[in-house]
Every structure is written in structure tokens, then in C-alpha cells.
């Protein structure tokens, strides 16, 4: 079992599409966006954007042989008809007329252009919405070991520019190089019709030399996009490790080490850049010297044929029109190219997201989580993070349905492990962890995740309104329950007193909050959720000893009449649970009360009288800093050793009695 979740683990973070990395492999991916089966209104937009598509494109064809016909008019090739009259009406009206025809053409040819694009733009942007909303599904069903491993800057880049990089390429390949391929069609078969298959020849040669440079130019400069890519998102990632790290900032005084962190990234940046954009004179340069020298060579051969006569002047201009038509799809392709390569860069990364399978998965017959009463237990629990470390070595303990039990110990014990795997942010090595008699490994993670209220000691909030992130705990939520679940947390009086009350925003991660009032929220959004089992973790062991009272007994009450499993950094705060759990090492070493955890002496006994002595020396600082402040109102201090050595007052009788 073991080896079979660390391959899991191992597949998790390697997997990507065989695929992912090529034109081909894209569409494949996309194809099923772009020709959803649910959807056949997109299906027909899709239909008649190709209609569109070819009836533009045989307008453009016919837009050289009016500029051709047009000019054989205006020169007379041909012969005049035999009349004045006629010859008059025939000198005005064919120049015209042609004239009036090719503008008439250009227009058809905008016009359907135009029409398909705006008719496919819903198909695109479907697509680029549906990839993005599977991509941001995708990211929460993968595990947790997955999101402590990520940057969340570069997260976000590779997300940005993956979604622009779908939309590119649906753009590209529907738009651009299916129009691009039929053109370059038409023109070969015109050119053979009209002329001859020395034309041809030149624009195949002009073609293949043309897409050959395009190419060898675009691979070269894929590898400089790479590490522009590279650079822009490392500079991303710098900016917001360092804003969201705005107080540790100025706490060290490191804006200028920031500052210099990020310019250092961002001159990567640059000269990536400077590349990136020298690399691009030079695929343009080339692509126009061999675009030029093609046109050259086949007008030369027309202009040989109209000075012997074979060819009129109009048929000089058409194989001049036909070529310079030939060039903008040439043109495309070029930039077709670079852009589906760039876009496949752009994308690749979020295809690798999309290709790893999450380490934590619901077994294929799973089924919804029935609690009864709450009864969790822990069933000879193993675990480790990486192989070679062990975190938890066969533990075995219950939490009854309605009672507290506590587990405590020193720091890297594994105390907050146990509460990760009972939501199952990891799978068990080996062993089990049973609510009511059901494997959590058996149920659906929803289901589980429902059934269990966490208040973590970091409470995280969303950058929103305070009503908002209290109503997180259950959606449907009235504001009058949202109110009152804000009210048996204690904090109802201090919202109210905000100016915009429940309205109040909390900022980024809940800053503009206290460390209290941000635990208030997390209680109040917990008690609205209504979880038959509550789980703490360390929940007050970062707050002070008033605030932490206050904390406490809104814990108290929300804790009565559930099943509550506390992580406990602060012993004082769990002197009241039915049974204490002492970790170490990650094997239980002691449990019992409180009481009884005192009366063996042990490890617990150690910690408890450690953090008594901490407490009373802070205390002793704090009743010091009073005494300085006000020496005329308060007594002298008392020499704790002078009464430690003094003998003990004797009591009076009736006291004694």
C-alpha cells in the first residue's frame, strides 16, 4: 500500500500530456472546446464560420482578375468594338465598370472576413472559459503536497498566460491557418490555369524557402521566448512573495534588498526581451528578402511574355496582384506559426496542471460520509511526507461522540499532521481513521470535508467583506444567521461599531483585522457551518492571554455537544478536555487528564510547568512595568525568595476549625 501512494505521489508531480508540446497535441486538447458535444448552436456557429471562411476566400481570388480586367480595359487589350458609338460607350463603361467590380470585390471580401469572425468569436471565447474553469477545478481537486510546492505568483502567470495562449491558438487555427491553407490553394490553381507551371514552380520554391526560414528563424527564437518566459515570471513571483510580505519588509528595513531582488529578475527580463525583439528583425528581414526575390523572378517572366505578346498588361498586374495576395497568407503563416508556437509554450505548463492526477482521489465506489454520533478514531495511523521521514509511527486513539480530546507535545511532533489527515489532505501510509465505523478513505471527500469545522490557528480570509467571509461557513446563510453565528463568536459588537458594519472589507488575507478578530471570524463562519465535528488547531496559541480567554470561551461554547479533537500548543487551554494525548516523536508517549498527566510527572508534566514559568515571568515583567509607572501608588515589590524563607503565618482557630 505504501509504495502504491508514493507512486500516486510520484505521478502526481510528473505527469504531463505525451502531447502537450506540439501543434497537434494542442488541438487534440482543444478540439473537444471547440466542438463541444453539448452545445450545437456553437456547432453550427462553427459550420457556418467555415462557409464564411470559404466564400471569403473566393472573393479574394476574384479580386486580382477585376484589377486585370480592369487594366486590359483601360489599355484596350483586346480590341474596341467597330462603331464610334459603340467604341465611346465601351471606352467608359469597361474601365468603369472593372473598377466599380474590384472595389465591389474588396468589399464582399471584408465584409465576409468580418462576418466570420465575429460568428466564431463565441466559439473561441467558449473555449478559452471552459479550459480555464476545468484548469481552476483542476487545481483544487490536486493535493495539498501540490499548493506547498507552488509559488503562487508563478501559479498565477502560468494560469494568465496559458489563458491567453488557448485563445491565441483557437484564433490562430480556425481564423488564421485553415483561411491561410485554403488561399495558398487556390492561388497554385489559378496560377496553373492562367499561366503556366513555370509560375507555379517559383511560388512552390518561394513557398518552401519562405516556410523553411520561417521555421528554422521560429525554433531559434522559441528558446529565447523560454527564458523571457522564465525571467517575467520569476519577476512576478519576486513582486508578490515580497508585497505579501509587506510588514516583514519594513520590519527588517529590506526595501532597497527588494527592490534590488526584483531589478535584478527584471533585467533578466530585459535582455530576454532585447532578444526576443532582435530575433524578430531578422525572421522579418529574411522572410521579406525571400518573399521579394520570388515576386521578382515571376514578374520578370510576365513582363518577358508581354513584350512578345502573349501576355497583356492586365495579365502583368494580375500575376503582381496574385503574388502581393499571395504574400498576406505567406505572411500569416509565418506569424501563424510563431504565435502557435508561442502559444503552445504559454500553455504547455497549464497542460501539465491539467495532467497530473491528484494524489488524494474518492475510491471508485465511494460513499457519502453518515455521521451519527461522531465517534472518530485513529486505527494504528502511519505517515510520512517523504519516504525516509517518519511523521506518525502507529498511532491508535478515539475521540468519543460529544467529548474533547486533546493531543499535545513538542514542536515537529506531528500534532498538526493528525488534523491534516483527518480531512484527508494526504493519504495514510498505513492504519486507518474511522467516523462512525466509516473508512474516511472510503467516503467522498465532500462529504467528509461537510462533516468536520476546522478553526486553524492562521485564519486566512478572503480579501472581501466581513459578512462574506463569516457566511464562507455555509452559503445559503441569511444575514440574520449570519448575524448571530457573528454573536455567539463575540465579535457582533465590534462589527457593528465598524462604519460599514457587516460590510467592512478585510483586506489581503484579512490584514486590516487583528489576530482576535480574525479568529472570531474563522469561529463565527465555523459555527454557521454547523459541523457535527470540530477540529482546532492551535487556535489561540498566537494571540494573548486576554484575548486568547476571550477566544476560549467562544471555543468552549461552540466545542459543547460536538465531537472535538483540540491541537494544543497552549496547555492551559485544554485542562477541561475528557482525555489528553501526549505526542512525541510521532508515537504517543502518554494520555490521560490533565490531572492525571500532572501526577505521573512525565513529558506532559515537563511542558506544563515550562510554560507556568514562562507565564509567571511574564506576568512578574508585566506587574514590574506597573510598578515603574506609578511607584507612589503601589507597595513595594515583595522579595518572592526573603518570602519563601519567612515562616508561614499561623492561622486563627475559628479558620483553622
Known amino acids: 500500500m505504501t509504495s502504491d501512494r508514493q507512486h500516486n505521489k510520484k505521478n502526481e508531480q510528473s505527469r ?38 470559404l466564400a471569403a476566400k473566393l472573393a479574394t481570388i476574384a479580386v486580382p482578375f477585376t484589377f486585370k480586367w480592369a487594366t486590359d480595359a483601360l489599355v484596350g487589350a483586346g480590341g474596341a468594338p467597330a ?89 490562430v487555427v480556425i481564423l488564421q491557418l485553415a483561411p491561410t491553407i485554403i488561399e495558398l490553394a487556390l ?27 520561417t521555421y528554422y528563424a521560429t525554433e531559434w527564437r522559441i528558446g529565447i521566448r523560454r527564458k523571457m518566459n522564465d525571467s517575467d515570471t520569476d519577476a512576478n513571483v519576486k513582486a508578490i512573495d515580497s508585497l505579501l510580505n509587506y510588514e516583514t519588509v519594513k520590519y527588517f528595513s529590506a526595501e532597497e534588498r527588494e527592490a534590488a531582488r526584483y531589478d535584478r529578475a527584471m533585467a533578466r527580463y ?74 503552445v509554450i504559454d500553455i504547455e505548463n497549464m497542460f501539465s496542471i491539467l495532467g497530473r492526477e491528484p494524489e488524494v482521489k474518492d475510491a471508485p465506489a465511494a460513499a457519502p460520509l453518515k455521521v451519527t454520533s ?27 461522540a460529544g467529548k474533547t480530546v486533546a493531543v499535545v507535545g513538542p514542536s515537529g511532533a506531528g500534532k498538526s499532521t493528525i488534523s491534516r489527515l483527518l480531512f484527508r489532505f494526504y493519504d495514510l501510509a498505513a492504519g486507518r481513521i474511522l467516523i462512525d465505523g466509516q473508512d474516511i478513505a472510503k467516503v467522498t471527500q465532500k462529504s467528509l470535508r461537510q462533516a468536520i469545522g476546522m478553526v486553524p490557528q492562521d485564519t486566512v480570509l478572503f480579501n472581501d467583506t466581513i459578512r462574506y467571509n463569516i457566511r464562507y461557513g455555509r452559503r445559503e446563510a441569511s444575514d440574520a444567521e449570519v448575524e448571530e453565528a457573528a454573536a455567539l463568536a463575540q465579535i457582533d459588537t465590534f462589527i457593528r461599531l465598524a462604519p460599514k458594519g457587516y460590510e467592512t472589507e478585510v483586506g489581503e488575507r484579512g490584514l486590516k483585522l ?3 478578530e480574525k479568529q472570531r471570524v474563522a469561529i463565527a463562519r465555523t459555527i454557521l457551518k454547523g459541523p457535527p465535528i470540530l477540529l482546532l488547531d492551535e487556535a489561540t496559541s498566537a494571540l494573548d492571554s486576554h484575548t486568547e ?90 522579595d518572592d ?12 482557630a475559628d479558620a483553622a476549625e
Open 187 to 213: 492561388i497554385v490553381g489559378v496560377l496553373m490555369w492562367q499561366f503556366d507551371w513555370r509560375y507555379v514552380m517559383v511560388i512552390l520554391v518561394t513557398v518552401w524557402l519562405y516556410m523553411t526560414f
Open 270 to 343: 530585459e535582455d530576454a526581451s532585447v532578444k526576443a525583439y532582435t530575433s524578430l528583425a531578422v525572421l522579418n528581414a529574411g522572410q521579406a528578402i525571400i518573399f521579394t526575390i520570388g515576386l521578382a523572378a515571376a514578374m520578370v517572366m510576365c513582363a518577358y511574355e508581354v513584350r512578345s505578346g502573349v501576355k497583356t498588361v492586365g495579365d502583368f498586374v494580375l500575376i503582381n496582384s496574385m503574388m502581393i495576395q499571395l504574400y498576406q497568407p505567406l505572411n500569416f503563416m509565418g506569424m501563424v506559426y510563431r504565435e502557435i508556437k508561442q502559444g
Open 549 to 638: 480567554k476571550e477566544i476560549q470561551d467562544a471555543l468552549d461554547r461552540v466545542s459543547k455537544g460536538r465531537t472535538t479533537l483540540v491541537i494544543a500548543h497552549r496547555l492551559s487551554t485544554i485542562v477541561g478536555a475528557d482525555e489528553i494525548i501526549v505526542l512525541d516523536k510521532g508515537e504517543i508517549v502518554e494520555r490521560g487528564t490533565h490531572y492525571g498527566l500532572l501526577a505521573a510527572k512525565g513529558l506532559y508534566a515537563s511542558m506544563w510547568n515550562r510554560q507556568r514559568e514562562a507565564e509567571e515571568a511574564r506576568e512578574k515583567l508585566a506587574r514590574a512595568g506597573e510598578d515603574d509607572a506609578a511607584p507612589n501608588r503601589n507597595p513595594p515589590p515583595v
Open 514 to 516: 487583528s489576530g482576535g
Open 641 to 652: 525568595t526573603a518570602l519563601a524563607a519567612a515562616p508561614a503565618p499561623v492561622a486563627p
Open 374 to 400: 461522531g465517534t472518530v478514531k485513529f486505527e494504528n495511523v502511519a505517515f510520512a511526507y517523504e519516504p525516509e521521514r517518519r511523521i506518525l509511527k502507529n498511532i491508535s486513539f478515539e475521540v468519543p
Open 16 to 53: 504531463v500530456p505525451g502531447d502537450g508540446g506540439t501543434l497537434w497535441g494542442t488541438v487534440v486538447h482543444l478540439w473537444p472546446y471547440i466542438w463541444p458535444a453539448d452545445r450545437a448552436d456553437l456547432k453550427l456557429r462553427v459550420l457556418g464560420a467555415m462557409l464564411l471562411l
Open 83 to 171: 462603331t464610334a458609338s459603340d467604341w465611346l460607350v465601351w471606352a467608359l463603361a469597361a474601365p468603369i465598370a472593372m473598377t466599380i467590380a474590384y472595389g465591389g470585390m474588396r468589399i464582399v471580401m471584408a465584409v465576409l472576413t468580418q462576418s466570420r469572425d465575429g460568428l466564431f468569436a463565441n466559439v473561441s471565447m467558449h473555449a478559452v472559459r471552459r479550459i480555464a474553469y476545468r484548469t481552476f477545478v483542476h487545481m483544487h481537486e490536486l493535493s495539498l503536497r501540490f499548493h506547498l510546492e507552488r509559488k503562487t505568483g508563478g501559479l498565477t502567470r502560468v494560469l494568465e498566460r496559458g489563458r491567453n495562449g488557448i485563445e491565441t491558438i483557437v484564433r
